[in-house]
């Protein structure tokens, strides 16, 4: 990723310093072609760049054109925290800032506090509003890129007016863009719950881009991923929808840097992107048909912030490096075999993909267990999760498919299924 990403002055990947989990079955190496690929660090690299440890590996970064690539991240709970599932979010925070320098490793940027780090639906706002901070003064002390979401979470009980929508939204934006990261302006339960129709979108988002001090990125989530924001930009015609989201656009485009669509309708996407105004970029938010989207057509591409992109991060990493040597075709023949995992995570009920990307976090060796927070581990079956494995390990995602094994077989048992 040459424009705009962690690339030559990545971190490193430093998930590995942390000592081998106790379940961990004897070793088996992975084949050559599923290990990360190593890259030895700059010699010229700035001092505050972390470099590769003793025992650590490092991807070659993704570098893919005019192309930006966030991987929206998941968090780490803490295992032995004994809070409730509706209570505040225990995050363990040394191993959820592990898996982003894991992420800038392979260079990609990370969209940060969004969706995939369970926004909404286990992470409150407090929660969220600290890992933004530490995950932005990560950021820059390793060179990477992060984009943080600014919502309305603080409203979590009945009706907001439309003022405290706005007091929300700003409060956020404030706490983001003071913590030095890009801001993505996350679609709001709230002004959804709120608005009367499109005028009142205008307005609000209007108000909130002649406050912006650097391009943000918009965000149309579609209600497959949170039912509660069925109707968003004011209407459920979409082609309506897209209208106004499209004047929103239009009317200050200098305030933004681009508009992520989460709407799983590839055809939709193509026909938006051609309509924003040079400069704005469109951030491909679809699970089901990022190989296609990203390669582009002849009227052009989308740039890509993706929840997939957690448990992809290698492949990414390598699809992106194929595109700048090879071009689509090569691109696509990295990406292409990944889509039956992204299908099959993000199935209906959509909005639990996040429990199949920490799954295979653990599985990968990037955490210690498999708990989430608000237990949204509970949230997929074993059938699904042992589907999501096996895919996985054909796609080689595993650094120790040993472990991997080992570890969905603790899973089996816990379920009594014996091996």
Known sequence: MRENAAADNAAADNASAHNAPADKAPA??????????????????????????????????????????????????????????EGPAAVDWDATLAFRRHLWAHGLGVAEAMDTAQRGMGLDWPGAAELIRRSAAEAKAVGGRVACGAGTDQLTYGAATPAEVRDAYEEQLALVEGAGAQAILMASRALAATARGPDDYLTLYGGLLDQVTEPVILHWLGPMFDPALEGYW????????????????????????????????????????????????????????????????????????????????????????????????GFRAVLDPTVALARHLFEPPTRYYKTGVVFLAWLAGHQEHFTMVGGLQSARSLPHLVTAYERAAELGLFPDPGLAEHRVGLLREVHGVRR
């Open 234 to 329: 004011g209407t459920r015609d979409l082609d309506a929808a897209t209208e106004t989201l499209l004047q929103v656009v239009a009317a200050r485009p200098e305030k933004v840097d681009g508009v992520k669509i989460s709407l799983l309708d590839a055809d939709r996407e193509k026909a938006l992107r051609r309509r924003l105004p040079p400069g704005v970029r469109c951030y491909t938010g679809d699970d089901f048909h990022y190989p296609e989207l990203i390669a582009g057509d002849e009227h052009g591409f989308s740039d890509a912030l993706l929840g997939v992109f957690d448990p992809l991060a290698p492949l990414v990493a390598k699809a992106m490096r194929a595109l700048d040597a090879e071009g689509p075709a």
């Open 28 to 85: 088996r190496n992975a084949p050559a072609d599923n290990a990360p690929a190593h890259h030895t660090p700059a010699h010229n690299a700035p001092a505050a760049i972390r470099t590769p440890q003793p025992g650590q590996e490092r991807s070659a970064p993704a570098q893919a054109g005019p192309r930006t690539v966030f991987a929206a991240a998941h968090i780490v709970a803490d295992p032995h925290a004994d809070v409730p599932p």
